[in-house]
């Protein structure tokens, strides 16, 4: 029997690259040939030297610029009429509005389209963010409502949200608890003697909270609480919510927080910490530094955000805060500095539960079974009658 042939499409090949390559590898460990279309800039070696094919786009973040979306929807149909995949799996927003189009036209049998986190555009109440989501919303309905299509996101809050905009029914909804982690990569020794380190590993977003955490390292080492506290990660330009060089300059200049710059090496800088920090208002999807950040025993310190909580297991394995809040952050940050019986505790109920339920293996398998139900056009339903909505560890049977 062929092998199936599955294609990502994703605007970024570093977001590819972070997030979804080892979920691609696993895939490809059950059969299928997988690619990556994707906007190329420094990470092709890393993707095509674990085996996954990869097409360069063009394939813009910002907005859906009529002229450019109709050039870009152009080049879409004819790649994905020249590969013929079996399924696409295509995620964010804009992937999904012109990747089905381009699905539909080039006759794709499979078309999952996945939000990984509904993001800035539904995260943001300025002017801008509420055209997008204006402009955008009608478009995802459209994609969503296509015959061929299933729906895939990452916790129940999402489902809820799609549910409330009416772009997509519950029962639309396939729920896949993030895109898997290795438990085993993250076996590392305790945190090092000393002052802890607190460190808020993300893309350098406002709504990720990065002006928010570094606040609360003010306030705490004005009160001197013995601490040390980074932030690992850089700028997103390519986001409106992305943090300047001014903001940067501001930060370091306070000399509270340690600029880290961008970290590939997430497990050297868990080695390190003692506390991973997220203090995010944005829709987040099951955010993976909080993901890595349990499977490693690490304590977290996040806010009450949909996401945020699944990892922390509604604060019993973390502390969990009010969004834009530094003095609530300064808080649960305190208690998480100085008690380190009650960080421990926290830490490895946060870990038994993400090594039990978000490992790869899982997660490769519950996606593959949506990718088979999607190129058959089954019902939302498994061959036993049971839905495959449930996050693991819900009914699912594992």
Request: net charge positive.
């Amino acid at each position: 029997m062929p092998r199936r042939k599955l294609l990502f499409l994703i605007s970024e090949d570093w977001f590819f690259a972070l997030h979804f390559l080892p979920l691609a590898k696993a895939i490809a460990a059950r059969g299928y040939e997988v690619s990556v279309a994707t906007q190329v800039n420094a990470h092709a070696d890393a993707i095509t030297s674990s085996g996954v094919a990869l097409y360069p786009i063009r394939l813009g973040r910002a907005g859906l610029n009529p002229i450019s979306a109709l050039a870009e929807l152009s080049d879409l149909k004819r790649l994905y009429a020249r590969l013929r995949p079996d399924v696409v799996h295509q995620i964010a927003l804009k992937p999904i509005v012109l990747g089905t189009r381009a699905a539909a036209s080039a006759g794709i049998p499979g078309i999952v389209n996945m939000i990984a986190g509904l993001g800035y555009v539904f995260a943001d109440d300025t002017a801008r963010a509420r055209l997008i989501r204006a402009g955008i919303a009608p478009l995802l309905k459209r994609a969503f409502a296509h015959p061929g299509s299933r729906i895939m996101v990452q916790h129940r809050d999402d489902a809820a949200e799609l549910n409330r905009l009416h772009l997509a029914a519950k029962d639309a909804i396939d729920i896949v608890p993030g895109v898997g982690i290795q438990p085993h990569e993250f076996d590392i020794p305790p945190p090092p003697a000393g002052p802890p380190l607190v460190v808020l590993p993300a893309r350098l977003l406002r709504h990720k909270g990065v002006l928010v955490f570094a606040e609360a390292a003010r306030r705490l080492k004005d009160a001197g609480v013995a601490a040390r506290f980074a932030i690992a990660g850089a700028p997103d330009p390519g986001n409106p919510a992305s943090l300047t060089e001014d903001d940067l300059a501001r930060i370091a200049a306070d000399g509270a927080v340690k600029l880290m710059g961008w970290r590939d090496d997430m497990r050297a800088v868990l080695a390190d910490a003692a506390i991973i920090c997220l203090p995010t208002y944005y829709r987040e999807g099951l955010p993976k530094s909080l993901l890595e950040a349990a499977a490693a025993n690490r304590a977290i310190v996040t806010t009450d955000m949909p996401g945020s909580r699944d990892v922390v297991l509604n604060g019993e394995g973390g502390w969990l805060v009010r969004p834009r809040d530094a003095v609530s952050l300064a808080a649960a940050l305190r208690e998480a500095i100085t008690d380190p019986a009650l960080r421990a505790r926290k830490a490895q109920a946060a870990c038994d539960h993400a090594r039990t339920h978000y490992g790869i293996d899982a997660i490769a398998e519950r996606t593959t079974e949506i990718y088979e139900a999607a190129i058959a056009h089954r019902p939302r339903l498994t061959h036993s009658g049971e839905r495959l909505n449930p996050p693991l560890g819900e009914g699912s049977g594992t």
